[in-house]
């Protein structure tokens, strides 16, 4: 008898159907009395006793799962045999976990021999606290089912409760989301404060030499300023001189001259450009793009040429970009009344007078949200800069010289063997931060740009 | 329609057997008016009877919607607005517009009003343009009120500012004749006070069409009255006769308040 909560759980399903039945059966039979009228309809019972007697169980499943297996291990350690068990963590983990499977019967045997004696140990704690658990589980299935059960009368409002029910399980799904998103920031926040023990904020900030190299004789140093701006040049700078004309073109296009039918193939065509993989896209900078670019620049006579350019980068990351500068822009241009470009109409403005005098600056403020929305996309894209622009910190205007981005070091930092407590392996956590930051700070103001703008129209 | 009263005999518009498609739908069958230079001529009907439609056929604004096809004669001082020598540009730079809402751009008062003179270059300099724009409002009442803030945005003015704004802002380009559709229906009594005001002032200026559901506004500001029903014109003439005597049951229904 081992403690199995998928099956478990596919137990106290079952009897939430059973509740739900009863509950529905019990209370078809009070309406069916003459003279009595339900406050709510005989399925909302049906969910009420079901939920009861499934909410508390499920819950209950779900700790014991997690505090099960300590409570174990405590009872095995507690006895005799396990008294001769090495004190290092890593070994007495080791042994315990290879006892633990046999005993679960995972394994047919023991691999360290230590761990025989242990075996029966375990087994007869599983056995015993699967049982302590089942039995509690159902005792709450049945106390909750049996409550529920209790409270169905004529008048009892079913189906207010179990809307409240409803309600705070999407609370619930909804907060799931962003209490992910806050423990992701304390991990990444508490790296972060490991790597600035090491070397301080300002190094990371405002330093200029960018060469964290473990075990080489010369210190390591952090200075973060080339990797700033690799990602700056490429991600706010070639990419938008690449995407905003052209998604701005496209968005005019689109919703000022393009015929129906033009309009209904070329927009979801962008859509699905803007769900390539961007490892298609770093495929394309890294094998078309950059080679082309370097014999361009060659052929020019440019120094420092290399196969691996921010140019190509930013132009690859820019097309990436253009379905969503142009659908933002799409939609800012589309939420300008209809009167106002009547108006410029009717004042015999024509209508290219029209979409550059009156439609973009009155669409600007969506638009300039878009733009930031981009920039702060532009600059957390990984795949194409490791592909394509290099790993070498340059601190250059040249774009047909290799550069390095945040997230392309951050890759480097984090790929290969590395050790969890070293400034170089602790140094990607920072930059992870500080990018988090950056483009939290860029969602923050374009959201509000956008907001603000949608208001003005509304 | 041939009554001796009704001729005018110097035409600013002559509109002559219109009819007015949206695509299978038939929004305007059959119209013939003539629009009088002097004069303020006022289309009343119920909603949906295809006053605002005619109103936007007279400078050719139903041109932006795609499904909408205009046959017939409409003539500005003789020449025909459909031809195609005719520059729609052009002819909406005669044939101004206000409409119903006031829409004043995102831009600054005194760009609002510079805007139609600079797109037609009527402005060669800073300080033409500045005439032009200082004629424009006071010529729309509203000089007074703004000639210390023209810096500021036009979309924080009140409703009946704003509109009046678009009214400078339509004069400023030297317009022939004026279109309102329901100028005042989106502004409270005393704006639209105001702007029936105004009308009177800029009468003998320009020709003036009006559009309104408020037959009381008709009766105020206009001279000549045009009373459309279910796409047709079913009378018109002059204010002061379609609102004691008009000629048609239909009329004498509508401005009794028996339907509409």
């Known amino acids: 008898m081992t403690f199995n909560a998928a099956a478990l759980l596919l137990l106290i399903a079952g009897l939430a159907l059973i509740g739900w039945l009863a509950g529905r059966a019990r209370s078809n039979l009070l309406a069916g009395r003459a003279g009595t009228k339900l406050h709510s309809r005989p399925q909302y019972h049906g969910w009420y006793v079901a939920l009861w007697l499934f909410a508390p169980a499920a819950l209950f499943l779900a700790v014991w799962s997690s505090v099960s297996p300590a409570l174990i291990t405590n009872q095995v350690l507690a006895t005799e045999a396990a008294q001769s068990l090495p004190s290092f963590g890593f070994e007495r983990g080791a042994i315990l976990s290879d006892a633990r499977a046999v005993a679960q019967g995972k394994q047919a045997d023991v691999r360290l021999p230590a761990a025989a004696p242990l075996v029966k140990p375990y087994a007869d704690a599983s056995h015993k606290y699967a049982w302590i658990g089942i039995a509690a589980m159902l005792a709450l299935a049945l106390a909750g089912g049996l409550y529920a059960f209790t409270r169905i009368k004529p008048d009892f409002r079913a189906r207010t409760r179990v809307e409240k029910i409803v309600m705070l399980v999407l609370l619930l799904a909804s907060l799931v989301a962003i209490l992910t998103t806050f423990g992701i920031v304390l991990s990444l926040l508490f790296e972060s404060i490991r790597f600035f023990r090491l070397v301080s904020p300002a190094e990371l900030l405002f330093g200029t030499q960018w060469a964290p190299t473990s075990g080489a004789p010369q210190p390591d140093t952090f200075g973060g300023i080339p990797l700033f701006w690799g990602t700056v040049l490429i991600g706010a700078i070639i990419a938008m001189i690449v995407a905003i004309p052209i998604g701005m073109m496209t968005a005019v296009y689109l919703t000022q001259y393009a015929a129906p039918v033009v309009r209904k193939w070329v927009k979801p065509i962008l859509e699905i450009l803007a769900g390539v993989p961007t490892v298609v896209y770093g495929y394309f900078a890294a094998l078309t793009v950059a080679p082309a670019l370097r014999e361009f620049a060659v052929m020019l006579g440019i120094p420092n040429a290399s196969t691996e350019s921010a140019l190509a980068a930013g132009i690859v990351m820019g097309v990436m970009i253009i379905p969503f500068v142009s659908s933002m822009a799409d939609d800012s241009i589309n939420a300008v009344p209809q009167a106002m470009r009547d108006g410029s109409l009717a004042l015999g403005a024509t209508p290219n007078e029209t979409i550059r005098q009156v439609l973009i600056p009155a669409a600007l403020p969506g638009v300039m949200g878009g733009i930031l929305l981009a920039v702060s996309r532009a600059i957390g894209e990984t795949m194409i800069v490791v592909m394509a622009a290099g790993l070498s910190a340059n601190m250059t205007a040249n774009p047909f010289a290799s550069v390095t981005t945040v997230t392309a070091q951050i890759v480097k930092l984090l790929t290969g063997d590395q050790e969890f407590d070293s400034a170089k392996t602790l140094a990607a956590f920072a930059l992870g931060l500080v990018l988090f930051i950056v483009t939290l700070l860029l969602n923050i103001v374009a959201l509000r740009i956008v907001k603000r703008y949608r208001e003005a129209y509304e | ?260």
């Not at chain 2, 001082?77 to 006031?102: C, H, N, T, W």
């Not at chain 2, 380009?173 to 029936?196: G, N, R």
């Not at chain 2, 009177?200 to 003036?208: N, Q, S, V």
Request: net charge negative; with cysteine; charged share 25%.
């Open chain 2, 1 to 260: 329609m041939t009554q001796d009263d009704l001729t005018i005999a110097d035409p600013k518009m002559k509109a002559h057997g219109v009819n007015v498609f949206y695509g299978e739908k038939q929004a305007i069958n059959d119209v013939s008016i003539d629009v009088g230079t002097d004069l303020v001529t006022a289309f009343i009907g119920p909603s949906g009877c295809g006053k605002s439609t005619f109103l936007r056929s007279l400078n050719r604004m139903n041109d932006t919607v795609a499904s909408a096809k205009v046959t017939g004669q409409i003539e500005l001082d003789g020449e025909d607005i459909y031809a195609p020598s005719m520059d729609v540009v052009q002819l909406r730079a005669r044939v101004g517009m206000v409409f119903q809402k006031p829409n004043p751009f995102p831009k600054s008062i005194y760009d609002n009003v510079g805007y139609g003179p600079r797109i037609h270059g009527l402005a060669p300099g800073k300080a033409d343009l500045d005439v032009i724009v200082e004629r424009a409002l006071v010529r729309a009442g509203l000089w007074d009120e703004v000639k210390d803030r023209l810096q500021e945005s036009g979309t924080a003015l009140s409703g009946g500012q704003q509109q009046r704004l678009c009214i400078a802002r339509a004069i400023a380009v030297d317009p022939e004749v004026i279109l309102m559709d329901e100028p005042c229906s989106a502004l409270d009594p005393i704006a639209t006070a105001k702007i029936e005001e105004l009308i009177h002032e800029l009468r003998g200026k320009y020709a003036i069409v009006i559009v309104t559901h408020n037959m009381q506004q008709a009766a105020r500001v206009s001279q000549r009255t045009a009373f459309f029903h279910l796409g047709t014109l079913v009378e018109y003439g002059k204010t002061t006769d379609i609102f004691t005597n008009p000629k048609q049951e239909r009329t004498k229904d509508y401005i009794t308040g028996r339907y509409g």
